[in-house]
């Protein structure tokens, strides 16, 4: 059964599954689906074509679905989908798609904190936190477990590698690889994320073999070719290693250094 609050405004279009409730002051749009047990707590606004997942909860004055900010946007139908079980912290932000057809995405598990912005045709993956003022530009990859700092902003196109951590205030210009810690203005890579590896169950030997790569790319005379190459060599069993290479290989930015 669906709670809505009488000051609340909801387009006849919009589809609520049972279970949502949505609290006083918000307004839901045309061509916005929601799924069973989300919960808006008040003055939230959530724009279309839109379709969030089950169990979300938004907080006050979050803004979702809108159009994208991006110039180039002339009103064409561009989309937002939002996964399950993720946590909307006050003043969030998430625009969708630029281009006809284009879509932003948000996987699950996510908790995106005061302020966090996630601009159009972003694609975040599950169990990312996201602490206060975290800010992507457009186009940007969030892969699964990255954390990313408080009053971090990372620029269009960039991507955020797995189980990496950025520091508060951290400009990211380039691609940040998985496994690794990116702090500074502009970004360097500090190291190996070794409490977020050992608080998810990762094994001593793959952060053994991730710190060597460390050295390798970031304490060596090797480029970042000839670092990889050094890698793959001494260390192409474990797939922590696997997956840091096909990042650097597959990177269009080029990564922190």
Avoid: W
């Amino acid at each position: 059964m669906t709670k809505i609050h009488p000051s609340s405004v909801i387009d006849p279009s919009a589809v609520l599954h049972d279970g949502v409730e949505v609290g006083p002051f918000c307004h839901i749009g045309p061509l916005v689906e929601i799924g069973p047990g989300t919960r808006f707590l008040g003055h939230a606004t959530v724009a279309g074509p839109t379709k969030i997942g089950a169990s979300n909860i938004f907080y006050p004055y979050c803004s979702i679905g809108h159009r994208s900010q991006d110039l180039k946007y002339s009103a064409e139908p561009t989309y937002l989908e939002i996964g399950d079980n993720n946590s909307f912290r006050e003043f969030c932000t998430v625009n969708r798609g630029t281009l006809p057809g284009t879509k932003t995405t948000i996987g699950n598990n996510g908790n995106f904190l005061a302020y966090s912005h996630i601009a159009h045709d972003c694609t975040v993956g599950d169990h990312v936190i996201f602490s206060n003022n975290g800010t992507l530009a457009g186009h940007v990859t969030v892969e699964d477990h990255a954390i990313i700092g408080g009053l971090s902003g990372v620029h269009q196109f960039c991507r955020i590698g797995r189980h990496s951590i950025t520091g508060g205030c951290t400009k990211i210009v380039q691609d940040v690889p998985p496994y690794m810690i990116a702090d500074g203005n502009p970004a360097e890579v500090r190291g190996v994320n070794q409490v977020g590896l050992e608080r998810r169950g990762f094994q001593p030997e793959d952060s053994r073999a991730l710190r060597e790569a460390y050295r390798l790319l970031y304490r060596s005379n090797l480029n970042v070719k000839q670092a990889c190459e050094k890698i793959a060599e001494d260390h192409s069993g474990p797939d922590v290693i696997r997956h840091l290479l096909e990042f650097i290989e597959s990177s269009g930015r080029g990564i922190i250094r």
